[in-house]
Every structure is written in structure tokens, then in C-alpha cells.
């Protein structure tokens, strides 16, 4: 048996700006920050890990607490939900639909999540793109502010799914240095794919075990998946 856990945004679609829109009214009506996340780049990270950072440059990060967050993070997702219906820029990226559905046909694959959205705000993502039935568990940033952590979270759910898998049976497919890194750290193999905001070269720069432009043509990524 083999994990292959996705990564969402840059790797499985684009929201056409409707996470980073929906953080910004949040953070707005929480914390009366207008300034959202700019000055933070949000790739790889958690979506905890972002407020944190928001917080640290505009506010002070005495109001990280969890109290704040339980209160900040509906607002997020209930403006999350208004923004991906509204949004003409939604985008399922190409060869993600053609992968998952090889894969999920394939008796020695399972496919999860490992990405930094909150759970509720991967799921709506995935069913804005119709692609929600094909994930049978996950890691998140409401499970983990750290990107390892939550990476080793997706992993023991899946183990208690099925069976414990080898470490070198799971794979993480991510667009960021930050997928690279914390997967290896959680000691999986990595697959990176250039469909977000890093070049394929600035990946390959941290060594991830398979690097490909596109998911499209997904032959070369199964064929790795399953070597
Ligand atoms: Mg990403």
C-alpha cells in the first residue's frame, strides 16, 4: 500500500485569491487589521502559521492565543465560503483530475491531504473543484501549526485506516519548498510540482526525491509512484 498526500493550494488548484480575500475581511472584523497578509508570503505555510506571522508584524503576538483564533477562524471560513462561490478565477490545475482518478482506481494507492488550510477550508476548496470524494483523510492546520506535524497527523490517520505503511511508501506532492522540506523531515518521499509560485528550478534546489512543471501529463509522476 501506498499514501500519496496532496497538498491543495498551487498544487491541486487555484482559488483566484478568494483564501487570501477571505483572510483579509477576517482579519479585518477580528483584529481591525486592514492590512491582511501583505508582507507574508502564505506558500507552504499553515493557515495558523500565517495569522501568527500577520500578527507578529502588524499586531503583536500577545493576541495569538487560542481564544482569539476559535473566534477569528469562523469568521475566516464562513467569508472563505462566500468568496469561492464568488470567485471567476477558480481553477482545478491541469492533470490533477485525469491523477487522481488513475490513482484512486489503482488497488495499491490511497490518497489524502497534507496541507496547511484549516480541515473545513480544504473541504470546501475540494468541493468548489469537485474533487472532494477522492480523499479519504488528511493532516491540517487545524490539526497542526507546524507543516511536519500535521504531515505526520495525515500519516497516522491513514495508518489507522489501512495498515502502517513503510516511510518510503508515502508520498507528499506539494508546490513549495515548504512541502519538500517538511515532508522529508516526516521522513516521506517528495514530489513537487511547479503549478504554484515557485519555478521548477527553485524547487529542485531543495532536493525533493521527483520534480515535475505540470501534474500534465501525469504518465511520468504515476510511473515514479509506483517505481
Ligand atoms: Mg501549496
Redesign the pocket.
Known sequence: MRFVLF?????LLLTGGAGTRALKSALEQTYALPNGISGVRP??KTDPQIVREVLQRYGGENRFTEENLSFLFPIYLSFLREELTASHNFLVLPGVRELVCTLSRKQDFLLGLA??NLEQGAQMKLERAGLSSFFLFGGYGSDAEDRTDLIRVAIERGHERIAPVRPECVFIV???PR?IVHGKEARAQTVAVAS?SYSLDALKAYKPDFAVASLDPIEPIVEFLES
Open positions: 497538498d491543495v493550494d498551487g498544487t506558500g507552504g496541507t496547511g506539494g508546490d513549495t512541502d504554484g
